[in-house]
């Protein structure tokens, strides 16, 4: 691993000048919108703490969540995300369900709102979700008595993500404070894009959004980030690249002509990735398109890449806001 | 023979420049006669003191025949849109869709221009029109396809009819459920640039051009397409426009939380262009008021954001709303009343909206200041679809007269 350049917000790894614990007063984890930079900070505070107890060695159950039911319930079709969250649930012990929206009642014509209902009266005890419409997770999530938690809505939120992301990221270059941050592709769709503008803009971080015009949303900068068009302009002097899968139905002509010439104009090639800072980091929310968004050379860097290490990151902040959102119901004290 | 006067009330007749004290003589179901006149001695008299006297709406664009919510607000004839289950391009259906709300409400359907509402083909407009049709749509969406809307505009102009068109380019609007801008942004929504609408509008104007057909826009929202219109009547085009209350005092951040009834079509635009409406109204660039009454329950609302169905329940809310533009000064009560009765009497060819000899007794008694707090669970109409939920309004209906006689 590279030398870690330690910034003044080191200290966020030791939770600032409080020492005391601090509270997360949300009930779901549904938007990155909804938190506090301090709340933000301390998730990966609280991450960071199972972050290395996964890397402990073979043996990484912690049974806080024993007896506690957690549902996954995916409308859309997802392998990491929900395997993350299956790990996360298991290593603390929870008894963990997986609701695949191709094989639930949901095909029968059964509506959101009942489907929550029916999740919600087998007692779940937290409630992982993914839906393909934005704004879907926070419907249920009113309708349910237990904590929800975001695992992507639509082109909406995907929090979990940009939480890891933060936490790779702070590992990596020890704190947010001035880092330029260039979110590169298919910005216009992506739930992670929105997530992380808001996230890493809360924490100090130049978020540049870099993304063909037809794939930029309007008024971008509201969200915290400054748009670019041209790729080798948006990475210029960039500490962190984080590329951005680029959809397959976007590719046929709608959006863009087609995927090579998308490789040529906004492809991270290692040519591309030397206008970036030397040490720059280069990130992926993944599944990747090798050839397409990003060169397998790239991808695949021993130093520079840190996609793997993102996946990693998935775990232990999964484990953390499953930890975190049912303290009210496990009687924690001061959270009861 | 029967005569009714109405003494007392506070006349706000569309044809008038101010309210103003008389009598209305009512025989049978026309007005005989309005203002400073005697009350005949065989009259029974009907003491409206303390109440504004107006012309029953006439509501020109709603989804549903829904007569509690239409007599809640004061709506006494509505122009059923083409688009019902069956849509109406058939004379049998306009037949039908004329006898649902009669005696004590008047249906006006307006015909669908092309078969099926599909925008291909001509529907059998005359024979609709024989049936009772009062003027020709092309329902939620507009004509993508120019030709055809061009020979509807022709058809429809030579059998005297109104088309009644949506103004959004279809192309541009695609699945889009949100204006473009930072809302949409924020939540990820799908989303069409306002233009799509001057697109959609300065088309429609240069086929009215050439084909001398009246084109009514159902829906004007945004600053652009105002300023179309302006310029397209100041060359003496047959253009007139709508708009309804939630573009005059909603903005697309109203969106913000995925509020499902604040999903309309058009979406809700900018503060700019919600702005431009209210100016749009002051200045006589808006010839009507319509509720778009679209009462739509649970099933159709109850649903992610994108995936519900446009549309709100807007009749019980109508007046009172549209009184906020008298409070704030942008028109009189008089104006008001024309662009709620008045104008869409005229561009339907009914007989309302007005006072003079001979019109049809549809009144409403309106306590124009009595408060009353808008509330979706306790609504009249089938749904209570509403983005004004709990929000303090002023002005209600107290009675309504359809053709003479009070419900």
Same mark, same amino acid.
């Given at each position: 691993m590279p030398d870690i350049p330690v910034s003044s917000t080191q200290s966020d790894l030791e939770g600032g000048d409080l020492t005391g614990r601090a509270l997360f007063p949300h009930r779901h984890l549904l938007s990155i919108a909804d938190l506090k930079p301090w709340e933000i900070r301390f998730l990966l505070d609280e991450a960071e703490h199972w972050a290395r107890s996964n890397r402990g060695g073979a043996r990484k159950h912690d049974d806080r969540l024993a007896g506690m039911t957690q549902i996954n319930a995916f409308f859309e079709n997802s392998t990491r995300t929900l395997l993350s969250f299956e790990i996360a649930g298991k290593r603390l012990g929870a008894d963990v369900v997986n609701m695949h929206a191709g094989q639930s009642s949901v095909k029968k014509g059964e509506t959101l709102i009942d489907t929550a209902m029916t999740l919600n009266a087998m007692a779940a005890d937290v409630i992982v979700i993914r839906h393909a419409s934005s704004g879907a997770v926070a419907l249920i999530a009113d309708k349910v008595d237990c904590p929800v938690l975001n695992a992507g809505d639509g082109w909406h939120q995907h929090p979990t993500q940009a939480l890891l992301d933060a936490l790779t990221i702070r590992r990596r270059k020890g704190g947010f404070e001035g880092l330029i941050v260039a979110i590169c592709g298919d910005v216009l769709h992506s739930r992670v894009a929105r997530s992380n503008m808001l996230c890493l803009a809360a924490l100090g971080a130049q978020v540049r959004a870099v993304a063909p015009p037809t794939l930029m949303p309007p008024e971008?900068?509201?969200?915290?980030a400054t748009p670019y068009t041209r790729m080798d302009e948006g990475l210029e002097g960039a500490d962190v690249v984080m590329m951005l899968r680029l959809q397959n139905e976007r590719m046929d002509g709608a959006f863009i002509p087609s995927p090579r010439e998308y490789h040529m104009l906004y492809g991270l090639t290692p040519e591309r990735l030397a206008i970036a800072r030397p040490d720059a980091l280069v990130m992926h929310p993944g599944p990747m398109n090798r050839g397409v968004e990003i060169a397998s050379v790239v991808a695949d860097h021993p130093q520079r890449s840190a996609i793997t290490e993102q996946v990693e990151m998935g775990v232990a902040i999964r484990m953390a806001c499953l930890d975190v959102l049912t303290r009210g119901a496990r009687g924690v004290e001061g959270w009861a | 023979m029967t005569k009714l006067a109405i003494i007392n009330g506070k006349l706000a007749d569309p044809a008038g420049n101010d309210l103003a004290t008389g009598v209305i003589l009512i025989e049978d179901d026309r007005i005989l006669a309005t203002g400073d006149i005697t009350v005949p001695q065989d009259a029974e008299t009907i003491d409206a003191a303390g109440l504004v006297v107006a012309p029953g709406l006439v509501d020109l &664009?709603?989804? %549903?025949?829904?007569k509690p919510a239409f007599h809640f607000g004061g709506i006494t004839r509505a122009a059923l849109m083409p688009d019902q289950s069956s849509p109406l391009d058939d004379a049998g259906l306009i037949r039908q869709a004329t006898r649902a709300g009669k005696p004590d409400f008047w249906v006006h359907p307006i015909a669908a221009a092309t078969r099926g509402l599909k925008g291909a083909e001509l529907a059998e407009i005359g024979m609709m029109q024989a049936a009772g049709a009062k003027a020709v749509g092309t329902g939620r969406q507009w004509i993508a396809d120019s030709g055809v809307m061009m020979r509807v505009l022709s058809y429809a102009s030579g059998l005297g009819l109104t088309v009644i068109t949506h103004a959004e380019d279809s192309g541009l609007a695609g699945k889009a459920v949100a204006t473009s801008g930072e809302t949409a942004t924020r939540l990820g929504l799908p989303h069409a640039p306002a233009c799509a609408e001057a697109m959609a509008i300065a088309r429609d104007i240069m086929l009215a051009r050439v084909t001398g057909g009246a084109i009514h826009f159902r829906l004007v929202t945004t600053r652009a397409g105002f300023d179309l219109i302006r310029a397209a009547r100041a060359d003496g085009l047959r253009i007139t426009c709508g708009i309804s209350p939630a573009y005059l005092f909603l903005s697309d951040n109203a969106v913000t939380d995925f509020r499902t009834f604040a999903r309309l079509s058009p979406p809700l635009r900018s503060e700019d262009d919600r702005k431009a409406a209210i100016e749009a109204v002051a200045d006589g660039t808006v010839d009507v008021i319509t509720s778009s009454h679209d009462p739509r329950g649970p099933e159709d609302k109850r649903l992610p954001f994108a995936d519900a169905a446009p549309g709100m329940a807007g009749a019980e809310t109508l007046l009172a709303l549209s009184l906020n533009l008298v409070r704030d000064g942008h028109v009189t009560l008089n104006r008001l009343m024309t662009l709620l009765s008045a104008n869409p009497a005229r561009i339907l060819g009914v007989n309302g909206g007005s006072f003079a000899a &001979? %019109? %049809? %007794?549809d009144l409403i008694f309106i306590d124009p200041d009595a408060p009353w707090i808008v509330d979706s669970g306790k609504m009249a109409a089938q749904a209570g679809n509403t983005p004004f939920d709990r929000m303090p309004v002023q002005g209600r209906v107290r009675r309504i007269m359809k053709g003479g006689n009070f419900l």
């Open positions: 971008v900068e509201m969200l915290g | &664009g709603v989804f %549903a025949t829904d &001979g %019109a %049809a %007794a």
